[in-house]
T-cell receptor
Framework: IAGITQAPTSQILAAGRRMTLRCTQD?????MYWYRQDLGLGLRLIHY???????GKGEVPDGYSVSRANTDDFPLTLASAVPSQTSVYFC????????????FGEGSRLTVL | GESVGLHLPTLSVQEGDNSIINCAYS??????FIWYKQESGKGPQFIID?????DKRQGQRVTVLLNKTVKHLSLQIAATQPGDSAVYFC??????????FGSGTKLNVKP
């Protein structure tokens, strides 16, 4: 089934380590997003990309970086993980036209010790 | 940044009853609103959307109402079923392709 694929689904990471969360979509959507979800805080936008080759900062971008080399892939990198980055991370995409429907992946649960 | 919040963090309803989930937003420039449903262990799924030039939109068993005067929207679910148990989020958009989510309301459907 087409959609958003995230990897890994779960990861435990030592503080200070570098980590990249992968996200791939096969719907040829222009826009892609990374959100983090924490209990009581809902979903917060980390970074987004309106189209391949462009990226932008969301609400909570510090400590994270993204790249959009092509339409399908939108990896999220934590250069030096800290415990406050323990969260569930969701990647999403949208066609970027006249609809706001976001298609979400199943999430990546990251624990930083 | 935008502030999108919910009045009640948890809502319990009896199976078959109607559910109403509320959401307040603070940015009067927001012109597009969406409701998402998130089941345990899964990513959010789109339910219904509404633009600011409308005050009501209906889907299958769901209705979204938008009151721009008080910056409030609600999601009504008719004849609530056990499968409706989930966390519901509203999201707003006022900037191309940037969506801001509320903290969510958990809906518990009692048999």
């Amino acid at each position: 089934i087409a959609g958003i694929t995230q990897a890994p689904t779960s990861q435990i990471l030592a503080a200070g380590r570098r980590m990249t969360l992968r996200c791939t979509q096969d719907m040829r959507h222009n826009a892609m997003y990374w959100y983090r979800q924490d209990l009581g805080l809902g979903l917060r936008l980390i970074h987004y990309s309106n189209t391949a080759g462009t990226t932008g900062k969301g609400e909570v971008p510090d400590g994270y970086s993204v790249s959009r080399a092509n339409t399908d892939d939108f990896p999220l990198t934590l250069a030096s993980a800290v415990p406050s980055q323990t969260s569930v991370y969701f990647c999403a995409s949208s066609s970027g036209t006249d609809t706001g429907e976001l298609f979400f992946g199943e999430g990546s649960r990251l624990t930083v010790l | 940044g935008e502030s999108v919040g919910l009045h009640l963090p948890t809502l319990s309803v009896q199976e078959g009853d109607n559910s109403i989930i509320n959401c307040a937003y603070s940015n009067s420039a927001s012109d597009y609103f969406i409701w998402y449903k998130q089941e345990s262990g899964k990513g959010p799924q789109f339910i219904i959307d509404i633009r600011s030039n409308m005050d009501k939109r209906q889907g299958q068993r769901v209705t979204v109402l938008l009151n721009k005067t008080v910056k409030h929207l609600s999601l009504q679910i008719a004849a609530t079923q056990p499968g409706d148990s989930a966390v519901y989020f509203c999201a707003e958009n006022n900037n191309f392709n940037k969506f801001y989510f509320g903290s969510g309301t958990k809906l518990n459907v009692k048999p």
